[in-house]
């Protein structure tokens, strides 16, 4: 069974750093692109970044191009989202998604004073 | 690439059917179909119901189907159900992946 279990949401002030990571389960990691999907309070989905398989190419909403960057763990099985220089509009529930077809449950990031 | 979806809201008898669109700002024609809709049930993550813009994925009941081509593609429900309440969103991932706007189902 696929299992994708994020964690390090959380509260910051705005300009700090926050570090999610997500770890996977049940397939075999490295055949796969790994993307961080987000969704703020009452709005709807946006892709944030994506990696793929060996961690070579890795692109960007243009809203966090320059502060957010995602990596890979093949060793670990495990994605990370560095998030620094955050701002209010950040504040989502932010998903581990495998390719498009597996979602985890989401880490909360709350941005504020 | 920008996603437009409509309706933005849709209200439906249960057992009736519904059908929801999805409009892409560019072709997506010749790169394999790479759009897909998800569903995302209340205080749940999304889910994964179409992919491919008609196939269904593991799981998901006969009663969605997905079609279309070029820059417009369609969600059908044959006969909703108390289930299928929430917002559905319909995607592209031939480029970096964009979503539309969603479409909130809910039961009359």
């Known amino acids: 069974e696929v299992q994708l279990v994020e964690s390090g949401g959380g509260l910051v002030q705005p300009g700090g750093s926050l570090r999610l990571s997500c770890a996977a389960s049940?397939?075999?990691?490295?055949?796969?692109?790994m993307n961080w999907v987000r969704q703020a309070p009452g709005r709807g989905l946006e892709w944030v970044a994506n990696?793929?398989?060996?961690?070579?190419?890795?692109y960007y909403v243009d809203s966090v191009k320059g502060r957010f960057t995602i990596s890979r763990d093949n060793s670990k099985n495990s994605v990370s989202l560095q998030m620094n220089s955050l701002r209010v509009e950040d504040t989502a529930v932010y998903y581990c998604?495998?390719?498009?077809?597996?979602w985890g449950q989401g880490t909360r990031v709350t941005v504020s004073s | 690439i920008v996603m437009t979806q409509t309706p933005l809201s849709l209200s439906v008898t249960a057992g009736q059917p519904a059908s929801m669109s999805c409009k892409s700002s560019q072709s997506l024609l010749h790169n394999s179909g790479k759009t897909a809709w998800l569903l995302q049930k209340p205080g749940q993550p999304p889910q994964l119901l179409i992919y491919e813009i008609s196939n269904r994925f593991s799981g998901v009941p006969e009663r969605f189907s997905g079609s279309g081509s070029g820059t417009n593609f369609t969600l059908q429900i044959s006969r909703v159900e108390a289930a299928d309440v929430g917002v559905y969103y319909c995607m592209q991932h031939i480029e970096f992946p964009t979503l539309g706007q969603g479409t909130n189902l809910e039961i009359k």
């Open positions: 990696i793929n398989q060996d961690g070579s190419e890795s």
């Open positions: 998604v495998r390719h498009i077809d597996h």
């Open positions: 049940g397939f075999t990691f490295n055949d796969f692109w």
